[in-house]
């Protein structure tokens, strides 16, 4: 691992200024960038521990939440609000890594993680675009069991690996960032970018720009929400497919859908095409059936992940029946 | 490279020791400090050996920077016993659940976390709380049974 300095911001402003600095990178609970720092893949001089200030979980005047980028992702699934009115957020960040990494990752730092993609950290033998641009692939071709079917390029097919931006995505929630422009807000489905020509290039987050928050909008009357991760065994494993969903239902028909995909893209995959196929129409297996199929129309599996194509859909037509279950 | 000191609490006692930029806290409690409970396993956080409790909750100390304990709580298995062994200390033993040891401490201390919240886990929540502990020797069933021992009150009452 390469020498670094180590020091703490204490607000936000101060944090951003650092992040514009070269060789700097912000580090939350270090259970992503440590890792990787010590592999090889990053290199930063200066480490800036952002941990020390938004923390708190707070409620909007519209209703909703604002949670701080620095919440642990224990502290977020534990949160009795978030328990009640946002339940498939609390339980899509249990299903992710285990306690001692939940204890330690931060909000902004889990949507800020790499992909797990096993060529992408493995710099001594494995090309990789992402590390170093225009290297090549080594994933094309070689073990693709986690690997992306939808979006993907010729250039990259890694994974955002995230199970709580993936519930995220489904409940339509804002991220807040601080720049030297001042403060932005960005929805979450917008944020992380497809992999093109530029599989680098991995978030539409700005030089000298940090994220503050995540702003959930408030709970819809009446909605259902889920989420369902299928994995490779019962705890502590990436997803291979993972489905989040919000529903709202009035007579027999989709007044509000949402629907978000984890495991099988480059960033968490809002379903828009089923959703916008879905919203004011019945709210039957058939309808979703014909959803998935059009949402999935573009899919190019490839040989050591075709399966995710059968499951993604079947898992998201089970979570819909149940969602559409409750609500009767 | 730049020492600084770190002063915080082990097991109850006041500590204060030098690290290096970007030392990790497993090897400034190993090597600055001379606790070796905690063991080096993955170095990357996924085998859990090097599990210690900061402010009473698991981490995983070598993904963790030494400055980062600057005023806080750190708990090892080296604390567990008293002018005794503690009863998970002892169910682990009753149950054969350490066989090579080298996860012995990080599972204890993620089962001591545990406890410490949910006095009264049933057998899910164990497998939950230790998941992120690997275990090469025993197939687990040891430990989950040692555990639930001390949940439900069938040593150390």
Known sequence: ?328 | MAMKPVTFTLNGLAKAAFTEDGQNLLDFLRRGVGDMAPKYGCGQGGCGACTVLLDGVPHLSCLTLAETVEGRRVDTASGLAGATISPLQEAFMDRFAAQCGYCTPGMLMAATALLAKNPRPNRDEVIEAISGNICRCTGYEPIIAAILDVAEGRVGA
């Open chain 1, 1 to 328: 691992m390469n020498p670094f300095t180590y020091r703490r911001a204490t607000t936000a402003p101060e944090a951003a200024a650092a992040a514009a600095l070269p060789g700097h990178r912000l580090l939350g609970g270090g259970t992503n960038l440590v890792d990787l720092m010590r592999k090889g893949v990053e290199h930063p001089e200066t480490l800036i521990d952002v941990t020390g200030f938004s923390q708190q979980i707070e409620l909007t005047p519209g209703g909703g939440l604002l949670i701080g980028g620095a919440v642990r992702n224990s502290a977020l699934a534990a949160h009795p609000q978030v328990r009640r009115d946002y339940p498939l957020l609390s339980r899509a960040v249990l299903t992710g890594a285990s306690a001692q990494i939940r204890n330690m990752a931060t909000v902004a730092g889990n949507v800020m993680q790499r992909t797990r993609c096993t060529y992408f950290a493995d710099p001594a033998a494995s090309r990789c675009n992402k590390r170093v641009p225009g290297s090549g692939c080594d994933a094309q071709g070689g073990f693709t069991r986690y690997h992306a079917i939808l979006g993907g390029s010729s250039a990259c097919i890694a994974t955002h690996p995230s199970d709580m931006c993936v519930a995220l995505a489904a409940l339509d929630a804002t991220l807040h960032l601080l720049g030297p422009d001042g403060p932005r807000a960005l929805p979450l489905s917008e944020f992380h970018r497809l992999p093109g020509d530029t599989p680098h290039l991995e978030t539409e987050l700005r030089p000298g720009e940090i994220i503050t928050g995540v702003e959930l909008p408030p709970p819809l009357p009446a909605m259902r929400s889920a989420y369902r991760k299928v994995r490779d065994r019962a705890s502590y494993a990436f997803a291979l497919v993972s489905v989040g969903a919000c529903i709202t239902v009035e007579n027999g028909h989709f007044a509000e859908i949402r629907l978000a995909f984890g495991g099988i893209a480059h960033r968490p995959w809002r379903a828009t095409r089923a959703e916008a196929a879905l919203r004011s129409g019945p709210a039957t297996p058939e309808a979703v059936e014909a959803a998935l199929k059009l949402e999935f129309a573009e899919a190019r599996p490839l040989d050591g992940n075709a399966f995710k194509l059968p499951l993604a859909r079947r898992s998201a037509a089970a979570l819909l029946a149940q969602l559409i279950g409750e609500t009767a």
